[in-house]
């Protein structure tokens, strides 16, 4: 290599590792990756595809933006829990309680006395609170993991009584069946597909009864010749010699108290005044907090279930509790706020942005999602888009955010329902890139 040749200009590594931008990636990414983008900008100028001066930027500009691998999306196709992108996001007050316990915190700690404390009571406290008839309750790391510590702390090696219309396939291929089965738990099948009545359950009901387990079918309806047996109507169930039957209600979206938009949507309040023993729903869903699993119950009950082997396996950190604690005392939710938004509230943020973009505004129905209130439509408004455009939205674009719209009858949509106000612009600016590329990419 010649004295005069341009290599000779490209910076040693540890002086690129050493500028700031640099030296922050590594703090923030590991020292390894932010090396091997260096070599490989190196060696890129070696090759002559960039000039010397271009390395270190070229060596930032092929660091990942996140430390996580996780993409943040702006959710505009009108589905509120949606499970691929992470069910229910969570509230800033949520949020800033997450950052606030990253840290050691005194999840299970008494400050007062410098000891072992009861962990998660802030969170329990919360929930209590939200459902005054709960005597007791317990979080556990999903509503499947729930109802698999409520069945086998109730019933593990005794028959569970079902209704065979409730038994339900939860998504992803889990079935009920092989969920309660797997605590060691008998299942016993009652009634139809389409109709139970009281008097199946009376008689299945034996000294070998462990629980009878009332399952909401969250993510579809039964409509026609049906008939199901209400809580009220199982709160009395009693074995042969005279002890009650423990009902366990799997209300599955989260919701703890009476929502007037959500009018046939159980709720943990209401079952446990109903007749429950014990209820479990999951957190992340109409709740609008982390994946979390609830359980709410009789006081003896819920302890039981807390003293299980189990239940130490399943239990959540300090970062769920955190979130959920904040999520139930949060006044209100990202999830109920874009649930309770109605068509008229949502019209005029979509005009804005078509106005913006030249496009059109359609009628469109969004869903709430997740297993909850399946069927119950969403009137709102969304932008229409050609297809090519939408599927541009999914592409990460350098300072622009990801957009997951939908397509429906040929053409875009994108619905507000789902985007905060205060990211607007941002979603402006993608639809924009977007749409300039799809024009470009029909242009011969």
Same mark, same amino acid.
């Given at each position: 290599?010649?004295?005069?040749?341009?290599?000779?200009?490209?910076?040693?590594?540890?002086?690129?590792?050493?500028?700031?931008?640099?030296?922050?990636?590594?703090?923030?990414?590991?020292?390894?990756?932010?090396?091997?983008?260096?070599?490989?900008?190196?060696?890129?100028?070696?090759?002559?595809?960039?000039?010397?001066?271009?390395?270190?930027?070229?060596?930032?500009?092929?660091?990942?933006?996140?430390?996580?691998?996780?993409?943040?999306?702006?959710?505009?196709?009108?589905?509120?829990?949606?499970?691929?992108?992470?069910?229910?996001?969570?509230?800033?007050?949520?949020?800033?309680?997450?950052?606030?316990?990253?840290?050691?915190?005194?999840?299970?700690?008494?400050?007062?006395? &410098?000891?072992?404390?009861?962990? *998660?009571? #802030?969170? @329990?406290?919360?929930? $209590?609170? %939200?459902?005054? +008839? =709960?005597?007791?309750?317990?979080?556990?790391?999903?509503?499947?993991?729930?109802?698999?510590?409520?069945?086998?702390?109730?019933?593990?090696?005794?028959?569970?009584?079902?209704?065979? &219309?409730?038994?339900?396939?939860? *998504?992803? #291929?889990? @079935?009920?069946?092989? $969920?309660? %089965?797997?605590? +060691? =738990?008998?299942?016993?099948?009652?009634?139809?597909?389409?109709?139970?009545?009281?008097?199946?359950?009376?008689?299945?009901?034996?000294?070998?009864?462990?629980?009878?387990?009332?399952?909401?079918?969250?993510?579809?309806?039964?409509? #026609?010749?049906?008939?199901?047996?209400?809580?009220?109507?199982?709160?009395?169930?009693?074995?042969?010699?005279?002890?009650?039957?423990?009902?366990?209600?799997?209300?599955?979206?989260?919701?703890?108290?009476?929502?007037?938009?959500?009018?046939?949507?159980?709720?943990?309040?209401?079952?446990?005044?109903? #007749?429950?023993?014990?209820?479990?729903?999951?957190?992340?869903?109409?709740?609008?907090?982390?994946?979390?699993?609830?359980?709410?119950?009789?006081?003896?009950?819920?302890?039981?279930?807390?003293?299980?082997?189990?239940?130490?396996?399943?239990?959540?950190?300090?970062?769920?509790?955190?979130?959920?604690?904040?999520?139930?005392?949060?006044?209100?939710?990202?999830?109920?706020?874009?649930?309770?938004?109605?068509?008229?509230?949502?019209?005029?943020?979509?005009?804005?942005?078509?106005?913006?973009?030249?496009?059109?505004?359609?009628?469109?129905?969004?869903?709430?999602?997740?297993?909850?209130?399946?069927?119950?439509?969403?009137?709102?408004?969304?932008?229409?888009?050609?297809?090519?455009?939408?599927?541009?939205?999914?592409?990460?674009?350098?300072?622009?955010?990801?957009?997951?719209?939908?397509?429906?009858?040929?053409?875009?949509?994108?619905?507000?329902?789902?985007?905060?106000?205060?990211?607007?612009?941002?979603?402006?600016?993608?639809?924009?890139?977007?749409?300039?590329?799809?024009?470009?990419?029909?242009?011969?």
């Amino acid at each position: 290599m010649s004295q005069d040749d341009p290599r000779r200009a490209i910076p040693r590594t540890d002086a690129l590792l050493a500028e700031p931008p640099l030296a922050a990636a590594a703090a923030r990414l590991g020292r390894p990756p932010v090396r091997a983008a260096v070599t490989d900008a190196q060696d890129r100028a070696r090759r002559g595809e960039i000039g010397p001066d271009e390395v270190a930027a070229a060596a930032l500009a092929a660091l990942p933006r996140r430390a996580s691998t996780l993409t943040p999306v702006l959710n505009a196709t009108g589905v509120v829990v949606h499970t691929n992108l992470g069910r229910a996001p969570l509230s800033p007050a949520a949020v800033e309680a997450v950052v606030e316990a990253a840290g050691y915190c005194d999840v299970e700690l008494d400050l007062g006395t &410098g000891g072992r404390g009861p962990r *998660g009571q #802030g969170a @329990r406290a919360a929930l $209590l609170e %939200a459902v005054p +008839g =709960a005597g007791d309750a317990l979080v556990v790391n999903n509503g499947a993991a729930a109802l698999v510590l409520a069945t086998t702390a109730l019933a593990a090696g005794r028959e569970v009584v079902v209704s065979r &219309g409730e038994m339900v396939e939860i *998504g992803d #291929g889990f @079935r009920l069946p092989d $969920l309660v %089965a797997s605590t +060691g =738990a008998r299942l016993r099948e009652v009634g139809t597909t389409n109709r139970t009545h009281p008097q199946d359950y009376a008689d299945a009901v034996g000294p070998d009864t462990g629980c009878v387990l009332k399952v909401h079918p969250s993510n579809f309806r039964v409509e #026609g010749f049906v008939c199901a047996v209400g809580l009220p109507e199982l709160r009395d169930l009693r074995r042969p010699d005279g002890s009650r039957v423990p009902l366990v209600a799997d209300i599955g979206s989260g919701l703890l108290a009476p929502d007037p938009v959500l009018r046939d949507e159980p709720d943990a309040g209401t079952a446990l005044r109903d #007749g429950a023993t014990v209820v479990t729903a999951s957190g992340d869903k109409l709740l609008g907090g982390p994946q979390a699993g609830l359980v709410l119950g009789e006081e003896d009950a819920v302890r039981r279930l807390r003293r299980h082997p189990l239940a130490r396996s399943l239990r959540v950190d300090k970062l769920t509790l955190a979130a959920l604690e904040a999520s139930v005392r949060a006044p209100s939710t990202p999830v109920r706020d874009a649930v309770h938004a109605t068509a008229d509230e949502l019209r005029p943020r979509v005009e804005r942005l078509a106005t913006a973009l030249g496009r059109e505004v359609v009628p469109v129905t969004g869903r709430v999602g997740g297993g909850g209130a399946p069927g119950m439509p969403l009137p709102g408004w969304a932008v229409e888009l050609p297809v090519e455009a939408v599927v541009r939205l999914r592409e990460p674009a350098h300072g622009l955010p990801v957009v997951l719209a939908r397509v429906e009858g040929g053409r875009g949509l994108v619905d507000v329902r789902c985007i905060p106000e205060d990211r607007e612009d941002d979603l402006l600016a993608a639809l924009r890139a977007a749409l300039d590329e799809a024009t470009e990419g029909r242009t011969p």
